[in-house]
């Protein structure tokens, strides 16, 4: 395979959607009825929002870095949660396949409902924007790609009640107690398509990320493409992924690991700089090399 098609197969999923980097395939297609009512159902957890902090994760495969990411996440007096995040490739992979993404994404602080997204990829001779508009009762797309033919420009909405966008769904996973073996299923829509995603805690263990050691709550997680009868489809490309949470009163993704159909690409933390002094909370750190 071509280190190009590589970076741009590596780089395109990864840089527009970092918070959850989803993924994996489906050994048997279900209908609808079936895998609706096996969505999780509880309200958000008790565990602490995250604080205010600005990250900077490294993406790449076998130790070759191909791209970059800043991510900052905030709540304004509103009760707003809001992560704005920017991306590009770098080094070879940059002069094998340009790409720049930004993106950002609004919601309700409280309830962990989605309010809307704004995605902008940027490629060499290409520019997409993706606007999501969420409801309670689903989601409006809006999409322009230029240079395209107008009729390509056409806006979707996709009906599905309580859905959940990247952002909204780390926070709701993170809020929640993750216990080993836990397992919690949201339908996320993250630009075009829907996907019901299962996160399942499978234990705790030490990590070491370039921001430094950890102790870590281990996920795996496994994405479902929702067709257009509703049926759920296995993932012409993704496997399965592993996400690495910190464990303690930050909860932050340190590693993602994903297996896709050229092998296996991560996401790691290079640094984080948080904006806030940690309040005193019930829950207590089992390990942070972080500081206010």
Sequence with gaps: MKIG???????????????????????????????????SKDPPG??????????SYVFGWSGFTAATAEIQFARDSADQ??????????????????????????????????????????????????DLTFTENGVHRSRVEAPAPPAKNKPKDFSFPNLFDLQTAALYVRSQPLQKGSSYRLVIYPSTNAYVATATVTGREKISVR??????IKLDLQLKRVGKDMSLEPHRKFRRATIWVSDDADRLILRV??????????????????????????VAPTASPIHP
């Design 5 to 39: 098609r590589l970076a741009k197969t590596l780089t395109r999923p990864w840089l527009g959607t970092l918070a959850l980097l989803s993924l994996t395939t489906l050994a048997s297609v279900s209908g609808a009825p079936a895998w609706q009512a096996s969505l």
């Design 46 to 55: 008790d565990f602490p929002t995250p604080r205010s902090l600005r990250a």
């Design 81 to 130: 949660a809001q992560i704005k995040a920017a991306g590009r490739t770098v080094g070879l992979a940059r002069t094998l396949w340009r790409y720049d993404v930004t993106y950002s994404a609004l919601a309700n602080g409280s309830t962990l409902r989605p309010l809307e997204t704004h995605q902008a990829d940027i490629y060499r001779n290409k520019r997409i924007t993706t």
């Design 211 to 216: 921001q430094g050691d950890f102790n870590a």
């Design 257 to 282: 690991e994903a297996q896709i159909f050229v092998g296996t690409v991560f996401a790691e933390l290079q640094s984080v700089r948080v904006d806030e002094p940690r309040p005193s909370a019930s």
